[in-house]
């Protein structure tokens, strides 16, 4: 053979894809709303690229709408935090003793696996009754939180819920309630902390806010929750169960956490001299 043929045929069997290589492209071209590839762990919903950004765009706007929408800000969440975000957080996890203990022992915080009549008899002003008095005083249950679908990797997904089940110890270690105002102060503090971005777009629920409350967030949370967030350590890390029984004013030490004004009492007062005013105006 002509070394120009030989030249030609060298060259045809490399840009030849392999056997392999054609099995591989048409899995990932086969992979479509009819044609999924089977789930990565229960309850895995793999989707396209196309279904990943309509989930993103879709359930920001549902949740713009309604902050109430728990489900829709769950999967905001877990539509935008892939591919970079969630990973970043997982190794932040992997590079911690304790966040690699959490991410071998795999804990959940449910009403199962943390009994609220035991916390409940904690210590006062420790860790544990601290958290089941916050729930007790918004009404909320650690049961509530939404199951990871939309996150593709197995261990990734496992953060994610982590991070989700862990959003009430946040709560009750800053004190701030669950109505839209307390939300938006601790997403605020979620993402100066965390870097997801759910926490982040969640902030443009400020445009729903009332001219006052827009104020007092600009002013006063928004300035505590980017300073504590990003000066305390890694929260994802706190193995919450060892620390039920440690007084909630040492562990905020411990982390860099000072608590922000008492939401609930500032709206108090404001109401209370709101109608001063109003009895005396009418007088």
């Not at 539509?79 to 203990?101: D, E, H």
């Not at 411990?254 to 939401?263: A, K, M, S, V």
Request: charged share 30%; hydrophobic share 35%.
């Amino acid at each position: 053979m002509p070394r120009r043929q030989k030249d030609l045929a060298l060259l045809q069997s490399i840009l030849r894809p392999t056997s392999s290589s054609c099995s591989r492209q048409s899995s990932i071209r086969d992979f479509s709303v009819l044609n999924r590839p089977p789930p990565n762990y229960p309850g895995h919903v793999p989707l396209t690229f196309i279904e990943r950004s309509a989930l993103a765009v879709g359930s920001a706007v549902a949740s713009l709408l309604n902050p109430r929408r728990a489900d829709m800000i769950a999967a905001l969440g877990e539509a935008t935090a892939q591919p970079f975000f969630i990973t970043k957080l997982r190794n932040r996890m992997l590079a911690s003793p304790t966040g690699r203990r959490i991410l071998r022992d795999r804990p959940r915080i449910t009403s199962k696996t943390m009994s609220l009549e035991h916390l409940r008899k904690l210590p006062e002003n420790s860790v544990g009754r601290t958290y089941a008095a916050w729930l007790d005083r918004e009404g909320v249950s650690p049961d509530t939180r939404d199951w990871v679908r939309y996150i593709d990797d197995e261990e990734e997904a496992y953060v994610m819920q982590r991070y989700r089940e862990c959003h009430d110890f946040y709560h009750a270690l800053t004190g701030l309630p669950i109505f839209v105002e307390g939300e938006i102060g601790l997403k605020a503090f979620e993402f100066a902390n965390t870097g997801l971005p759910m926490t982040a777009l969640s902030l443009v629920a400020i445009v729903k806010l009332k001219p006052q409350e827009r104020q007092r967030m600009f002013n006063t949370y928004l300035p505590w929750a980017f300073s504590n967030g990003l000066g305390s350590v890694d929260l994802i890390n706190i193995y919450w169960e060892e620390e039920l029984e440690t007084d909630v004013d040492d562990l905020r030490a411990r982390l860099g956490i000072e608590p922000p004004p008492d939401l609930r009492e500032t709206r108090k007062k404001l109401r209370e001299a709101q109608k001063r005013a109003s009895k005396d105006k009418k007088t």
